[in-house]
């Protein structure tokens, strides 16, 4: 991932962006918007090896693919709903903001359940 063309990309867009709100507001929210996306998209394709180093890592100790993929999801979940958040916030609704983080927030726990249920199965096989 090159953060310098990163970093570059965001001052880019945040001057833009208060320069377009103070001559039209409804165009100045879109620029954060695809800058935003477009440091996601850099962002999830420079953790590609991260990702598949996780995999590995779990393939490797003979753990159920499950996990990993729990655990991948739920930073896709989390990353996906900061970015709606912050798009948000951005227009002005924080009240919306604060609804899409909620929603992540049981997006995931909704996502670790069998997770927590594997775990309590676990922990009762070993007490009992």
Do not use: W
């Not at 935003?36 to 962002?43: H, P, S, V, Y």
């Amino acid at each position: 991932m090159n953060i310098i063309a990163i970093v570059g990309l965001g001052i880019v867009a945040a001057v833009l962006s208060v320069i377009l709100r103070q001559q039209n507001r409804e165009f100045g929210i879109y620029i954060p918007l695809i800058a935003g996306t477009l440091i996601l998209a850099a962002a999830v394709t420079a953790m590609r090896p991260a990702i598949d180093t996780v995999r590995n890592l779990i393939e490797s100790t003979g753990m159920n693919n499950i996990y990993g993929q729990t655990l991948l999801k739920a930073l896709a979940i989390c990353y996906l709903t900061q970015l709606t958040a912050d798009a948000c916030k951005d227009a002005g609704e924080t009240a919306i903001a604060g609804k899409v983080e909620l929603a992540g927030k049981i997006a995931v726990v909704l996502l670790s359940l069998p997770l927590f249920n594997s775990l309590v199965q676990l922990i009762t096989g070993l007490i009992g």
